[in-house]
């Protein structure tokens, strides 16, 4: 028990650590690294929950796939610091106009914190045996049974949100040729290739 203790404060206070190195670093790639060291701890967090298959999933989708993909565009873009820098002081107002506006938020969640009443009830709801049902199953049974349009619903957001960027995203370019596959398979050798028979001496 006193393991499991200093196991969570340990990967608490690396993910907190983690946490504000991914905001106060001044290059991105560093950012991004430290972001990844921030998931693996709250991996261990998960795990030390009993959580393993939302462990695992923190650690193949959004280490493997989410923050490799971050710096790989963080990478390919090759941002200019200096120029970034530039436009610091530029844009500082308003940065601390939302970083309050969040601020005061949280502060008035936190102030207005009550404990629902259903709480104990479900704090008091019987957790599936470990023994009997895998961690993947329950998280499944529960999530197409009683949380199946909730699921459905964020699915439908997602294909909304992927279709809306592939639309802003889009652009036209003129002089920019593309491929017509009709025109490509109704093309003939005899249209487009011409058997010169040149003679013996005669050759370039």
Known sequence: ????????YLFAALA??????????????????WLIFTFFNGAGLFVLLGAEFVA???????VGAVAVLFLFVVMML?????VVREGFLKY??????????????????FVAWQVSDSAEAMRAAPTPDPAVITNTEAI???????????????????????IGSIVLTHRSRAGVRKQVIADQNARRPED???????????GL
Do not use: C, R, W
């Open 92 to 109: 500082l107002p308003a940065g601390l106009l939302v970083g309050g506006l969040l601020l005061a938020e949280l502060v008035t969640v």
């Open 192 to 202: 487009t290739l011409e058997i010169v028979k040149v003679e013996s001496g005669k």
């Open 1 to 8: 028990m006193i393991a499991a203790t200093l196991a969570f």
């Open 56 to 62: 695992m999933i923190l650690v193949v989708v959004y």
């Open 140 to 162: 499944g049974q529960i999530l197409y049974t009683d949380y199946l349009y909730v699921f459905q619903a964020s699915g439908l957001i997602l294909l909304v949100a992927m």
């Open 16 to 33: 907190v650590i983690g946490a504000l190195n991914v905001i106060f670093q001044k290059n991105p790639v560093h950012s991004v690294l």
């Open 78 to 82: 090759d941002i200019n610091i200096t």
